[in-house]
């Protein structure tokens, strides 16, 4: 209203009279702290002389109007109330340049503050929650379960391992082309450009090309689930954990994996090895999904370690009664396992095509595990599934004579050095340590945590011009 009204030179007063109104009410209008009627409105429109729908749009009419708007909107927030300042006004006099000036500086004060929300303090507390929140619902969300059903019925996928097709078709259901490019932004696993349907992807040639039907779905999964740009960590992790069940739960459906897994419990013959087989997903894959599954559907409590060949956990559940290694925050990740676990043993073994068994004797009584190693891009890592040892009867490798005795977080366990040998090299040995890959950096701020806009929004202008 005011950048119409000034554009016909009109005071607060002259509008005010020509359509009988005060012009402190007008005034409240154009701050947008109150609503016009709509028989107002028009009157207002007509002696203002454009269409009732401009002054409803609510994008700015001008580069000025929208520095005006956003200095406006900035002087709303609780942040620059905190701040104590004067009001300010964006009067005529004050340049374009001012007040990018000030609208910049506030929007980096903004972004600080969004940042420091970040830190890795908070991703770890926000982290640490969210495995407890899972742990209480046995890692299983009957919601998700649902729609991936639904997504699968409507493309009449019903056994084995989803076809590459298939996913295409589900895609298309919900608009969307899958389009594989090689100059994906570094930041990002993915990109959707809504405004033309089109989801990117890496090129399907990359080596371990499996992981892109689940990258399409996790993709999609954002559309399903209906998410919106996170508003903080907590939230970023839960949209991801979210979207990686949905891929999973794609992947491997509810109803064929549970039939699939009580059939190998009736043959005392559960294998992670064989679940991934059957569904065509990787080890790690098979062994998450079997912990959304298995409390549910076969009442089997059990836990699942990520862990990289130093030892340091990347991933886990439990709900057995584990003893993890867990810092004052109740945080696991990037946590030393003891050197007794199977987690661990397995990286020994010069055999690693086939899993790993052992029964780990800990003060929180004694468990099976299974475990396989797996090579990453960088490094290598285990995968494990254990179960407590009453559970074991229905498990492949339960025969194993392996049994290990672990007494962590006894120091004496594995930690403290053997007082021989600390006592032939304290004070004669020097080493550099490897700087360890933090697991939850800080991410870079954007409008999606971690992807770098600047990129995202070049892939996208790139992309979407060509056809
Ligand atoms: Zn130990």
Redesign the pocket.
């Known amino acids: 209203m005011r950048h119409f009204r000034s554009r016909r030179g009109l005071t607060l007063e002259q509008l005010g009279s020509a359509v009988g109104v005060a012009a402190s009410q007008l005034s409240l209008m154009e701050n947008g702290r109150r609503e016009p009627r709509l028989s107002l409105l028009s009157a207002i429109a007509e002696q203002l002389d454009v269409p009732v729908a401009e002054l409803l749009d609510e994008s700015a009419p001008s580069e000025r109007a929208a520095l005006e708007i956003e200095l406006e909107r900035i002087q709303e927030t609780r942040l620059y109330r905190e701040l104590g300042l004067p009001p300010l006004r964006a009067s005529k006099t004050m340049s374009d340049d001012t007040l990018r000036t000030i609208i910049g500086l506030h929007q980096e004060v903004e972004r600080r503050a969004r940042q420091a929300i970040a830190t890795p303090e908070e991703a770890r507390r926000a982290n640490t929650e969210q495995r407890i929140v899972m742990r209480a619902k046995n890692n299983h969300l009957p919601e998700i379960e649902e729609l991936a059903e639904e997504a699968l019925r409507a493309v009449g996928h019903s056994t084995g391992a989803l076809t590459h097709r298939s996913v295409s078709q589900m895609a298309e259901r919900l608009g969307f082309e899958l389009v594989h490019v090689g100059d994906l932004p570094h930041s990002a696993r993915s990109v959707t450009d809504l405004e033309n349907g089109r989801i990117y992807l890496p090129p399907a040639s990359i080596p371990g090309g499996h992981g892109l039907r689940s990258m399409a779905l996790q993709a999609m999964a954002h559309r399903v689930l209906g998410h919106v740009a996170p508003r903080d960590y907590a939230e970023f992790l839960l949209q991801r954990l979210e979207i990686n069940y949905y891929a999973a739960a794609c992947l491997m459906p509810r109803t064929q994996s549970v039939e699939f897994l009580q059939q190998a419990k009736a043959d005392r013959n559960i294998a992670i090895e064989d679940f991934r087989d059957a569904f065509g997903v990787t080890h790690e894959a098979a062994a998450l999904r079997f912990t959304n599954l298995a409390t549910e559907h076969l009442g089997i409590q059990l836990h699942f370690l990520r862990v990289t060949d130093d030892g340091a956990i990347a991933k886990v559940y439990e709900n057995d009664g584990l003893p993890l290694p867990v810092d004052l925050t109740g945080s696991a990740e990037g946590e030393i396992?003891?050197?007794?676990?199977s987690a661990r043993r397995a990286f020994d073994r010069t055999n690693r095509t086939t899993e790993y068994y052992q029964y780990t004797d800990t003060p929180m009584g004694t468990f099976f595990e299974s475990t396989q190693i797996g090579t990453g891009a960088a490094d290598e890592f285990s995968i494990t599934l254990g179960v407590p040892m009453s559970e074991s009867r229905w498990f492949r490798g339960r025969e194993t004579q392996l049994r290990v005795q672990?007494?962590?977080?006894?120091l004496n366990?594995?930690?403290r050095p053997d007082l021989e040998l600390s006592g032939r090299w304290q004070g004669r040995a020097w080493s550099s340590a490897k700087v360890h890959a933090h697991i939850f950096s800080p991410l870079p701020q954007g409008t999606f945590p971690g992807v770098d806009d600047r990129e995202l929004y070049e892939f996208l202008e790139r992309h979407a011009t060509q056809q």
């Open positions: 396992v003891c050197r007794h676990w672990s007494t962590c977080p006894d366990c594995c930690r």
